[in-house]
């Protein structure tokens, strides 16, 4: 079954919350294709000046974070089990923005850019997958969906900037078209929103904003995975496996992604915890996933060349 969601008063939401109601409930093996906005509630392009002057849809509040849609309940899902998100299409809009400096972050301070700003415009074209700014700069695309997750299980509003076990404000440009994304289920139902889509970003998102725009297609099929236990977001891409962890430090976060992949690989390949140790230090990749989100994030990368049985 294929299924539709557009923005909308019933489908948009700037926090997650275990106590909204679904505007979607589908059964396992669905497709759903979102349209969403970028990460700012952008009613169009924004080619900079003051934050304030920048044309938003009605359905912004003041205290809401990223533009999600959703939510979206999965028949079946349970607390405790895994939701499988295949994303097999993201086709960005003919525009985007970054912004840089210009706000008050721990990270400005370091780069001395808290007091000035600047805005790059992008003109994006999604047949030849490059974006060019008002500079002449031009840059590759590879889009994907910043924030793809569930709610806390905790009743009540939250926000959706830190990443979570269960998803929401991940950052990881790995999850492209054709990449599938695991996640523990939080809360019955599973509640699935995506929003925060990025033309293009690098590892560590350092400035705080990616190419943020707006999606014309973004097109996820949801199952349930009974086999496949998993305590934090694991990632199934053309050519690797992924784990990812979040936590306040880079250590911490580093050791959540490590742990996971250790975990995969013991389970890939029948191996020991000792074992697993020894082949992730020789074949597995540490990458900072972002740093910029209050929680930060890493991922781990086992390429499915790096060990052969």
């Known amino acids: 079954m294929r299924h539709t969601l557009e923005p909308g008063d019933a489908t948009l939401h700037g926090h997650f919350s275990r106590d909204f109601p679904p505007v979607l409930t589908i059964d396992p093996g669905d497709t759903v294709t979102f349209r969403t906005l970028d990460c700012w509630w952008s009613a169009g392009p924004y080619p900079g000046g003051r934050n304030r002057d920048r044309p938003r849809v009605p359905q912004h509040q003041p205290d809401c974070g990223h533009a999600l849609i959703g939510p979206v309940a999965v028949r079946g899902a349970e607390a405790g089990k895994t939701l499988a998100v295949r994303i097999d299409a993201v086709v960005p809009a003919g525009w985007g923005t970054t912004v840089a400096g210009g706000w008050p ?4 301070q370091r780069y001395d850019v808290e ?11 999604p047949v030849t997958m ?4 008002q500079h002449g700069h031009t840059v590759p695309l590879r889009p ?5 997750g569930m709610p806390p299980a905790e009743p009540g509003r939250h926000s959706t900037i830190p990443p979570r076990p269960h998803g929401g404000n991940l950052d990881c440009k790995e999850l492209v078209a054709g990449s599938t994304l695991l996640l523990p289920i939080p809360v ?17 998102e350092v400035g705080g904003t990616a190419v943020e725009c707006p999606m014309d297609e973004v097109t996820l099929t949801f199952d349930l995975r009974d086999d496949f236990p998993v305590t934090g977001p694991v990632a199934r891409t053309a050519d690797a496996w992924l784990t990812m962890g979040v936590g306040p430090t880079l250590d911490e976060a580093t050791f959540a992604a490590l742990d996971s992949m250790l975990t995969l690989l013991q389970r890939l390949h029948g191996v020991s915890r000792p074992d697993a140790v020894a082949l992730a230090s020789v ?3 540490v990458r900072v996933t972002q740093i910029v989100n209050q929680t930060v994030g890493v991922h781990a990368v086992l390429r499915d060349s790096a060990v052969r049985m």
Do not use: I, Y
């Open 105 to 108: 972050s721990p990270f400005n």
């Open 115 to 125: 007091e000035t700003g600047v805005v790059h415009a992008w003109q994006l074209d």
């Open 130 to 133: 490059t974006g060019r700014n």
């Open 144 to 148: 994907f969906m910043g924030v793809l």
């Open 188 to 204: 019955d139902g599973a509640l699935f929103s995506v929003g925060d889509g990025h033309a293009a970003q690098g590892d560590g």
């Open 283 to 285: 074949a597995v990749d």
